[in-house]
């Protein structure tokens, strides 16, 4: 069961796929990076009602399956929500997937991917 | 019938009888070790999954349900940190913080425990010293908002982080659960009955041999005595034969002899049952 030491050696960044809130103060708590140039890639999305959900998917992508420096992949919870469907079917353990509430949406457990996981497995 | 389908292909000999109830004792140990292993056995040995689970099964989905909510309470205060900021500040800062984000001051270092055989992994926040992307942000007014902000934020962070650990554990404790599980039933729907049925198959192919041997000993003691019989009956009639022959020849004198030998041996007895 053990997964080789290169699945999460050199996972060491968190990333960020929220509103502008959220964003901005997690930056502040300073977990915001840069890759160098020429592939800038940030670690970090903004979304606001006008991105679309494909490029929160891409996003998503990018996070979870290219990226293999990012060990906690945080996101919103009502955006997890506008890509319910790639959230529930991540099963991976690196990274981890956690969704938090953001400013305007208070946090509702009944829909978080993993409680719900835990749920079905003790068969509620 | 199942048994001659559903078992290994052995010869049925004593050996591997033999061989067939150790393995059958290894599978039962194997599958009680399992089932134990399945609820309790990783349980107990790691606080993280100890919160994450016991044998109530509410109990854990209400560790991590409050887990769920304290991140909840925290980001709330958080976010109200932020909105000081803005007010201090006096304008947005967002697009200036995602700007001068550089390089990350709050880094994870994931490392896995073993635990009775399962790898469970831990996320560990640490910051890097010496770089700070947001020495600017604030400086003309609200800066000391700002400060307290990030603090705010990095507590959060760390209680995130936390969770992310709990919940990393959990993800692979369930795929664990499912091969354990997976294992528990596949020992105890295929390996133990096919076990079973070759011993019993082994069992009666001994015993079928053990008849048969017992049958033909039988067998053999039957030809025997038929054989024995055979002879004696020759050798009465070759008996009967000679005596004919040798009455023919001296009867008289052997006859006399015989008397004297008989009355000799009576006179013996006799007096001894008068002694004792």
């Not at chain 2, 010496?130 to 007014?141: A, E, Q, V």
């Given at each position: 069961m053990a997964a080789p030491a290169s699945a999460y050696k050199d996972r060491q960044f968190l990333a960020v796929i929220g509103d502008e809130d959220s964003v901005t103060g997690l930056l502040l708590a300073g977990i915001g990076h840069v890759t160098p140039p020429p592939d800038s890639q940030k670690n970090f999305l903004v979304v606001d009602s006008k991105t679309e959900n494909a490029a929160i998917e891409e996003a998503f992508n990018r996070f979870t399956t290219e990226r293999k420096d990012i060990g906690i992949l945080l996101i919103n919870q009502h955006i997890a929500e506008r890509i319910r469907h790639r959230v529930d079917t991540y099963t991976a353990a690196f990274p981890a997937l956690l969704e938090i509430p953001s400013k305007d949406h208070p946090y509702d457990p009944e829909r978080d991917s993993v409680l719900r996981r835990v749920r079905r497995l003790f068969g509620e | 019938m199942s048994g001659a389908t559903n078992r290994e292909a052995v010869f049925p000999t004593r050996q591997s009888l033999g061989l067939m109830k150790s393995k059958l004792k290894g599978a039962q140990t194997g599958h009680d070790l399992l089932k134990r292993k399945n609820v309790s056995e990783v349980i107990y040995h790691y606080p993280v999954v100890q919160i994450l689970s016991s044998h109530a099964t509410t109990e854990i989905t209400r560790r991590i349900d409050e887990a769920k909510r304290k991140m909840g309470r925290v980001m709330q205060i958080a976010a109200f940190s932020l909105a000081e900021v803005t007010y201090a500040v006096g304008g947005d800062i967002g697009y200036q913080v995602q700007e001068s984000a550089k390089s990350a001051r709050f880094r994870v270092r994931t490392k896995q425990e073993n635990v009775s055989g399962v790898f469970l992994p831990a996320f560990e926040s640490y910051t890097t010293d010496?770089?700070?992307?947001?020495?600017?942000?604030?400086?003309?007014?609200g800066g000391q908002q700002v400060q307290r902000c990030r603090e705010t934020y990095a507590r959060a962070v760390e209680t995130l982080v936390e969770l992310a650990s709990l919940q990393t554990a959990f993800v692979i404790l369930d795929e664990v659960i499912k091969v354990v599980n997976r294992r528990v039933n596949a020992i105890e729907h295929v390996i133990i009955p096919r076990t079973e049925n070759t011993i019993k198959y082994i069992n009666s192919e001994l015993d079928e041999l053990d008849r048969e041997e017992f049958f033909r000993l039988k067998k053999v003691q039957n030809k025997k005595q038929r054989d024995t019989a055979a002879q004696d009956a020759e050798m009465r009639l070759k008996l009967a034969a000679a005596e004919k022959a040798e009455a023919a020849s001296g009867a008289t004198s052997s006859d006399k002899e015989n008397e004297a030998g008989t009355g000799d041996i009576l006179g013996e007895s006799e007096d001894a049952d008068v002694i004792f």
């Open positions: - | 010496g770089n700070n992307d947001f020495g600017l942000t604030g400086l003309g007014k």
